[in-house]
Every structure is written in structure tokens, then in C-alpha cells.
Nanobody
Framework: QVQLVESGGGLVQAGGSLRLSCAAS????????MGWFRQAPGKEREFVAA????????YYANSVKGRFTISRDNAKNTVYLQMNSLKPDETAVYYC??????????????????WGQGTEVTVSS
């Protein structure tokens, strides 16, 4: 079991920045690939970014490339999502998730076995 707790959400103006954190506990954090997903009201959950266990490979949705950065600190059991130039349509609940292996698509929510409770991000226009 891996427990995940997100923090760092809040209200920000369009064009602003936020840094989300996800603290993990339980199993060895460095064994897990990590991802960030988001779900806006009335929409399906969508992939945002992911990072491999060692942090040497990162992946992004096209919509956030160049503005968001995912990183991890395995010594602190934490994964981060730095979000810059935020847009109003990025208002959503942001979830971090952990996947215990490298089987299947890193972009697919179904490949992640553990999820946090989410942190709400509101981007005002």
C-alpha cells in the first residue's frame, strides 16, 4: 500500500503559478512511477504529467508542455508539479497517482494503482 497526500492547490489568477506537492508513505517511494492527473467539473479525468521511478524520464500532456514541470525527490518521498502560466480552463481537482511497474501506458489512469484525495486548483480570469 502507498498513501498519497497532495497539497499546494488554491486560487490563482490566469497567468499565475502554483506548485503542487504529493507526499507518499508506505512502500518504497522510489519503486513507483508517479503521475499527475486532473479532473474538471463534468469532465473525465485526464493525464497531466508523469515521471519514472528514477526521475530520468518525464512525460507531459501536449496542453501543458513548456508550462508545467514534474519532478520528484526520492529522499523526501515527494513528487512535485510546478505549474506556470495557468489558464482558467485548467481549473480542476489535481490528483497524484502511483504505479508500481512499467507495464502499459504511463498516460493511462488505469495503470496507476494508488491515488491521493486530490487538491483543488482554481484559476480565475
Amino acid at each position: 500500500q502507498v498513501q498519497l497526500v497532495e497539497s499546494g492547490g488554491g486560487l490563482v489568477q490566469a497567468g499565475g503559478s502554483l506548485r503542487l506537492s504529493c507526499a507518499a508513505s508506505g512502500r518504497t517511494f522510489s519503486n513507483y512511477g508517479m503521475g499527475w492527473f486532473r479532473q474538471a467539473p463534468g469532465k473525465e479525468r485526464e493525464f497531466v504529467a508523469a515521471i519514472r521511478q528514477s526521475g530520468d524520464s518525464t512525460y507531459y500532456a501536449n496542453s501543458v508542455k513548456g508550462r508545467f514541470t514534474i519532478s520528484r525527490d526520492n529522499a523526501k518521498n515527494t513528487v512535485y508539479l510546478q505549474m506556470n502560466s495557468l489558464k482558467p480552463d485548467e481549473t480542476a481537482v489535481y490528483y497524484c497517482a502511483a504505479r508500481p511497474d512499467n507495464v502499459g501506458s504511463i498516460y493511462s489512469a488505469a495503470r496507476y494503482g494508488y491515488w491521493g484525495q486530490g487538491t483543488e486548483v482554481t484559476v480565475s480570469s
